[in-house]
């Protein structure tokens, strides 16, 4: 509808652009008042929207994919924002928003405001407009039905590693344990992994919100939820700052839904209500403050938004170095096995006959045709039934197999570029297949794939990023989770890309002083 | 005189093309011989075959008691014996471009025959000398003039000691002094008991060192 009337409105200007040139001064005065109120209409349209940003990857019951109707969006967070933007006579228009950017969507206008179970962070508290919280929740451990009896609450997982989303409030809690208690700290993309994983026996306990880990023990076996919390924090609406004033009447809109149930009857419908949503909604009506995150049983602060950005920073230094440091191991590792077996691939394709070639096509083919993240994926939790690797050797080889595809491709192009003459030539002066390979053609094709070896080697250092899916915290991962915990990506971005570049530019200086050393003559 | 290549009936085709038919001609060992004839005539192509480059549809090749026949896939031993036996100079020499000059000599005998670097350098240098290059061994095939170039080339064939050494046009890139030069150069390699078979359009030249002619036309040898 929208997309048609400003095709109209195109039309009309169109016309009356030609008009213009010939209609008297009034009537071309007229015209220009027209298009104006067209263009206002149409501005007054949007400002009546209420645009929210949600992840429907999130699922029930915050938001998911209507399994009636694709095309819309249910769940109690979908059920909120209908809620306030009827009370601040707007229309709900949903926009889609990966969990760990809508902030950042907020922040640049995108959308007015995010509602997808975001957490009641000092972060937020500081850099966004928070609206007050509408569910209280507790962070709870969960763990193997097996080691219910042993691992009662984090202390007791010393040496042990334990999952939870990256960037969240948990992670933030096992980050201090992990100093604590000497566990590890395990950072997942989504909230499904860190389960399966646990029945898998990866991790031996995923810390998350009672929400979540009630989904999931619903849908798995073998799983308990521990019953004392670990700490206890909210969800609420995030918009930005300079948006205070609709952030103050969504506030009167969800205080007004606390005191007439309206909040009760969501989250009954949704299957989360529980006791500890009347006492919060009992201090929020009588505009009591409400910390955002309780720790159960420490003086531990969370988030680093605490501190200042440099204190932040100097807290977060040594763990981007530590993850600059797996980067770095992991690319140079990926890219001597796909070195290794690209060579392998291209031989084959090369001198190999019609079956081998045909194969070797193929996974080519395959590899270069598919997304290296699905790819990952397959290695990591598809195989996990068969084989099950640990993160960081599914991560190498992940990026290793599908590196070795294009390398393969420069090297079977290097070895094409030999002048045939040459080879003939070694030939006839009697070299066998395996000695032209090694004395002529190797060392020439080799010179011939330095460079854009070097070029794919910077780019796997900054792929290699993709990984953070398979819960390996590299440097990108990191940046996320400082930038998160600091509300901002400004210095965390910048020594992200320091350290990036401080790694990658040296290469650089590495594969031209290389090639300046082969293009010499070989005495 | 004992025969030493005999090529019988040779035909070989490329597709439609018809490249050779019915190619017989045989050397002696010893001397200098021209295969002659214009471009297209299929002068190159026979050396390739008899070098093993090239499969051939009917006839055979004997090279000092070593026989390749048509229609097979030659096998690596009998590559490997009948490479001993004749070295080949391309008309554009495909010497190796990451390799010097001197490495380009001593590649061959240090790899193919076994001989220690120290001795292959040696010789190399020795040929290098005797061919007026020496000066250019350490310098990239890039660096060295057409001329050098197939000096150059012709060590690296000779390196190896092949009894019969091919050459394909080798006078195309010279001017009429190097030409000379060369033609004593083969003179006298041909006086060393080794046979050289070269392809030409150059009638004084063949005129003027050739001690045998042969005449290719349309592929035959008349």
């Given at each position: 509808?929208?997309?048609?009337?400003?095709?109209?409105?195109?039309?009309?200007?169109?016309?009356?652009?030609?008009?213009?040139?010939?209609?008297?001064?009034?009537?071309?005065?007229?015209?220009?008042?027209?298009?104006?109120?067209?263009?206002?209409?149409?501005?007054?349209?949007?400002?009546?929207?209420?645009?929210?940003?949600?992840?429907?990857?999130?699922?029930?019951?915050?938001?998911?994919?209507?399994?009636?109707?694709?095309?819309?969006?249910?769940?109690?967070?979908?059920?909120?924002?209908?809620?306030?933007?009827?009370?601040?006579?707007?229309?709900?228009?949903?926009?889609?928003?990966?969990?760990?950017?809508?902030?950042?969507?907020?922040?640049?206008?995108?959308?007015?405001?995010?509602?997808?179970?975001?957490?009641?962070?000092?972060?937020?508290?500081?850099?966004?407009?928070?609206?007050?919280?509408?569910?209280?929740?507790?962070?709870?451990?969960?763990?193997?039905?097996?080691?219910?009896?042993?691992?009662?609450?984090?202390?007791?997982?010393?040496?042990?590693?334990?999952?939870?989303?990256?960037?969240?409030?948990?992670?933030?809690?096992?980050?201090?344990?992990?100093?604590?208690?000497?566990?590890?700290?395990?950072?997942y993309d989504d909230d499904v992994h860190p389960y399966s994983d646990l029945s898998l026996g990866r991790v031996d306990g995923v810390l998350?919100?009672?929400?979540?880990?009630?989904?999931?023990?619903?849908?798995?076996?073998?799983?308990?939820?521990?019953?004392?919390?670990?700490?206890?924090?909210?969800?609420?609406?995030?918009?930005?700052?300079?948006?205070?004033?609709?952030?103050?009447?969504?506030?009167?809109?969800?205080?007004?839904?606390?005191?007439?149930?309206?909040?009760?009857?969501?989250?009954?419908?949704?299957?989360?209500?529980?006791?500890?949503?009347?006492?919060?909604?009992?201090?929020?009506?009588?505009?009591?403050?409400?910390?955002?995150?309780?720790?159960?049983d420490s003086d531990g602060t969370i988030g680093v938004a605490t501190l200042s950005r440099w204190q932040a920073t100097l807290r977060y230094?040594?763990?981007?170095?530590?993850?600059?440091?797996?980067?770095?191991?992991?690319?140079?590792?990926?890219?001597?096995?796909?070195?290794?077996?690209?060579?392998?691939?291209?031989?084959?394709?090369?001198?190999?006959?019609?079956?081998?070639?045909?194969?070797?096509?193929?996974?080519?083919?395959?590899?270069?045709?598919?997304?290296?993240?699905?790819?990952?994926?397959?290695?990591?939790?598809?195989?996990?039934?068969?084989?099950?690797?640990?993160?960081?050797?599914?991560?190498?080889?992940?990026?290793?197999?599908?590196?070795?595809?294009?390398?393969?491709?420069?090297?079977?192009?290097?070895?094409?570029?030999?002048?045939?003459?040459?080879?003939?030539?070694?030939?006839?002066?009697?070299?066998?297949?395996?000695?032209?390979?090694?004395?002529?053609?190797?060392?020439?094709?080799?010179?011939?794939?330095?460079?854009?070896?070097?070029?794919?080697?910077?780019?796997?250092?900054?792929?290699?990023?993709?990984?953070?899916?398979?819960?390996?915290?590299?440097?990108?991962?990191?940046?996320?989770?400082?930038?998160?915990?600091?509300?901002?990506?400004?210095?965390?971005?910048?020594?992200?890309?320091?350290?990036?570049?401080?790694?990658?530019?040296?290469?650089?200086?590495?594969?031209?002083?290389?090639?300046?050393?082969?293009?010499?003559?070989?005495? | 005189?004992?025969?030493?290549?005999?090529?019988?009936?040779?035909?070989?085709?490329?597709?439609?093309?018809?490249?050779?038919?019915?190619?017989?001609?045989?050397?002696?060992?010893?001397?200098?011989?021209?295969?002659?004839?214009?471009?297209?005539?299929?002068?190159?192509?026979?050396?390739?075959?008899?070098?093993?480059?090239?499969?051939?549809?009917?006839?055979?090749?004997?090279?000092?008691?070593?026989?390749?026949?048509?229609?097979q896939r030659h096998s690596g031993d009998a590559l490997k014996k009948l490479r001993r036996q004749v070295g080949l100079v391309f008309q554009?020499?495909?010497?190796?471009?990451?390799?010097?000059?001197?490495?380009?000599?001593?590649?061959?005998?240090?790899?193919?025959?076994?001989?220690?670097?120290?001795?292959?350098?040696?010789?190399?240098?020795?040929?290098?000398?005797?061919?007026?290059?020496?000066?250019?061994?350490?310098?990239?095939?890039?660096?060295?003039?057409?001329?050098?170039?197939?000096?150059?080339?012709?060590?690296?064939?000779?390196?190896?000691?092949?009894?019969?050494?091919?050459?394909?046009?080798?006078?195309?890139?010279?001017?009429?002094?190097?030409?000379?030069?060369?033609?004593?150069?083969?003179?006298?390699?041909?006086?060393?008991?080794?046979?050289?078979?070269?392809?030409?359009?150059?009638?004084?030249?063949?005129?003027?060192?050739?001690?045998?002619?042969?005449?290719?036309?349309?592929?035959?040898?008349?």
């Open positions: 509808m929208k997309q048609q009337s400003a095709r109209r409105s195109l039309l009309f200007s169109l016309r009356r652009r030609f008009a213009f040139s010939l209609c008297p001064f009034p009537l071309s005065l007229c015209c220009f008042a027209s298009a104006l109120l067209l263009f206002y209409s149409s501005a007054q349209a949007k400002q009546q929207e209420l645009r929210w940003a949600g992840d429907p990857e999130g699922g029930a019951p915050f938001v998911e994919a209507d399994p009636t109707d694709p095309n819309k969006v249910t769940g109690f967070d979908v059920e909120i924002a209908e809620l306030i933007a009827k009370g601040v006579s707007r229309t709900p228009r949903f926009l889609f928003a990966p969990y760990a950017s809508i902030d950042q969507a907020i922040e640049r206008g995108t959308a007015d405001i995010g509602l997808s179970g975001m957490e009641d962070t000092p972060a937020r508290r500081a850099g966004m407009a928070t609206t007050i919280p509408y569910y209280a929740f507790r962070e709870v451990l969960a763990v193997r039905d097996a080691d219910a009896g042993t691992f009662r609450r984090l202390a007791d997982l010393k040496g042990r590693r334990v999952g939870t989303l990256g960037g969240t409030i948990a992670y933030e809690i096992l980050l201090q344990a992990e100093r604590r208690y000497g566990l590890q700290a395990v950072s998350l919100d009672n929400v979540l880990a009630e989904r999931r023990r619903k849908t798995m076996s073998g799983i308990t939820v521990q019953p004392d919390p670990v700490a206890t924090s909210h969800y609420v609406g995030v918009l930005a700052s300079r948006n205070a004033s609709l952030r103050d009447a969504a506030n009167e809109v969800l205080r007004t839904a606390m005191g007439d149930g309206t909040l009760e009857r969501i989250f009954r419908k949704w299957g989360v209500w529980n006791d500890d949503q009347p006492a919060l909604y009992a201090r929020l009506i009588a505009r009591q403050p409400v910390p955002p995150v309780a720790m159960a230094v040594p763990s981007l170095i530590k993850a600059a440091a797996v980067t770095l191991v992991l690319s140079c590792l990926s890219m001597a096995l796909a070195v290794a077996l690209g060579v392998l691939i291209a031989s084959g394709r090369v001198y190999g006959t019609a079956v081998p070639r045909l194969v070797l096509t193929g996974y080519v083919e395959l590899m270069r045709g598919t997304p290296v993240l699905l790819q990952l994926f397959v290695i990591y939790y598809g195989l996990a039934s068969v084989i099950k690797l640990p993160a960081f050797v599914a991560a190498l080889l992940g990026l290793a197999l599908n590196y070795a595809a294009y390398e393969s491709e420069i090297y079977r192009g290097a070895l094409e570029a030999v002048p045939t003459g040459q080879l003939e030539a070694a030939r006839t002066l009697g070299f066998s297949e395996r000695q032209v390979l090694q004395l002529v053609r190797g060392p020439q094709a080799f010179r011939i794939a330095l460079a854009p070896m070097t070029n794919d080697f910077v780019a796997l250092l900054k792929d290699s990023s993709l990984v953070s899916v398979l819960t390996v915290v590299e440097l990108t991962k990191q940046t996320q989770i400082f930038a998160t915990n600091l509300g901002s990506w400004v210095i965390p971005g910048t020594l992200c890309a320091t350290i990036y570049l401080v790694m990658s530019l040296p290469l650089g200086a590495l594969a031209r002083r290389l090639e300046r050393h082969w293009k010499a003559p070989t005495v | 005189m004992t025969t030493m290549l005999q090529v019988r009936d040779l035909a070989l085709r490329r597709g439609d093309r018809t490249i050779l038919s019915d190619t017989s001609f045989s050397l002696s060992g010893g001397g200098v011989a021209a295969l002659m004839g214009p471009s297209g005539s299929g002068k190159t192509t026979v050396l390739r075959a008899i070098a093993g480059l090239e499969r051939f549809e009917a006839g055979t090749i004997v090279l000092n008691g070593l026989t390749l026949k048509a229609g554009f020499h495909h010497l190796f471009e990451h390799l010097t000059a001197l490495r380009n000599v001593t590649l061959a005998p240090m790899h193919v025959l076994g001989v220690p670097a120290r001795f292959a350098e040696r010789r190399a240098r020795e040929l290098l000398e005797v061919l007026g290059v020496e000066h250019r061994a350490s310098a990239l095939p890039r660096e060295l003039s057409g001329g050098e170039a197939q000096r150059v080339a012709i060590a690296r064939a000779l390196a190896v000691d092949p009894p019969l050494l091919m050459m394909d046009e080798p006078t195309a890139s010279l001017d009429p002094s190097r030409r000379h030069e060369l033609g004593e150069l083969l003179s006298r390699l041909a006086d060393q008991n080794r046979t050289i078979l070269l392809t030409t359009h150059d009638e004084d030249f063949a005129s003027r060192w050739a001690t045998t002619r042969l005449r290719v036309n349309n592929g035959v040898v008349v």
